[in-house]
């Protein structure tokens, strides 16, 4: 890994309007699932974003890959705008951008058999070489015996079909790849032997990856640095083992201290327990002010009135909270 940035995001935005609040339209609903956030993805690295159900991470990913195009803010790609300039450019970069779905069930076309799957990426992107060797390749590289070419995603198990979406994420040859909870539909006997092969594969092919998950038990063996969703806003980014040792955000503290463990010895390394009160708001009507508040047990006067900033608390380590401005 080296310090050159490969994905810039900057007070990326993506707002979806659900409906109107009167009959006459006047008034649209919106759903802020991203909501001015910035961070940068270093060549190499395992950035890993993390968060609640409903908090922006798998938004946040789309958004980068193409899917929504943003409400505000930019996604700049070695130093290129994805979203702006000339098509056949923003084309091109895109190529070098894939995503590995959480489901790889319902990311599949139970209609196409894996080489079927595998070539579509090709065709897209007009790669004319031997296609059959080029997906023989990639399923070795995945670990897939060869004579499930003709299968269909039905006849496969979890992990299998799991490798067959990472190694159509591989086919155009990308140096960044969003890995959106990749082992959580997936049985624990698998789990490991799909992280291990991203682990391989990032060391062999020098890959970036965005890796969104809710564990962070699993974020501490796999990324370097740490990012902190919380209602379309991040709260913390930091290095992994800063932000294990030493994390500064209440809402941190709160999910740090929420990890399960299964020794005396991790018990005493966790933070103290954080007690968080009610319910996350909806993404509909989110609390004016720091949009935790009302769940943080040390909450002030103002987090009710000012939206906080990001600030760097140390080298590297920033966070978005009135108590540390």
């Given amino acids: 890994m080296n310090d050159a940035s490969i994905l810039t995001v900057r007070d990326l935005k993506k707002y979806f309007v659900i409906g109107h609040q009167d009959v006459l339209r006047r008034k649209p609903v919106t759903v802020k699932a991203v909501d001015g956030i910035s961070f940068t993805v270093k060549e190499g690295e ?107 995603p039905q006849a496969l198990g979890g992990g299998e079909k799991q490798a067959v979406a990472i190694a159509r994420a591989l086919a155009t040859d990308p140096s960044f790849v969003i890995l959106d909870e990749p082992t959580s539909a997936l049985d624990v006997s698998v789990q490991a032997k799909i992280i291990n092969i991203l682990i391989g594969l990032q060391d062999e092919f020098n890959l970036s990856y965005l890796f969104i998950t809710h564990d962070l038990s699993l974020m501490r063996n796999v990324a370097s640095r740490v990012a902190i969703m919380y209602l379309g806003k991040i709260c913390e980014v930091a290095e992994t083992a800063e932000f294990f040792d030493n994390p500064y955000h209440p809402y941190t503290k709160m999910l740090l201290s929420s990890i399960p463990v299964v020794s005396e010895e991790e018990e005493r390394i966790k933070p103290a327990k954080v007690k968080s009160t009610g319910e996350i708001p909806s993404p509909v009507n989110v609390p004016p002010g720091c949009s935790f508040h009302l769940r943080c047990p040390v909450r002030q006067a103002g987090c009710a009135e000012e939206d906080p900033v990001m600030i760097e608390v140390e080298e590297g380590h920033w966070v978005r909270c009135h108590l540390q401005c």
């Fill in 46 to 152: 395992t950035f890993g974003l993390v968060g609640e159900s409903g908090s922006g991470k798998s938004t946040t990913a789309y958004t980068i890959v193409g899917m929504y195009r943003p409400t505000a803010g930019s996604i700049s790609f070695r130093g290129e705008d994805l979203f702006t300039g000339n098509n056949e450019r923003s084309r091109a970069l895109k190529k070098e951008i894939q995503i590995v779905f959480q489901d790889p069930g319902s990311s599949l076309n139970p209609r196409r058999s894996v080489k079927q799957i595998l070539e579509l990426p090709l065709k897209i992107h007009r790669r004319e070489e031997n296609r059959t060797e080029h997906i023989a390749r990639l399923m070795d590289i995945v670990e897939l015996p060869l004579d499930h070419m003709h299968k269909y």
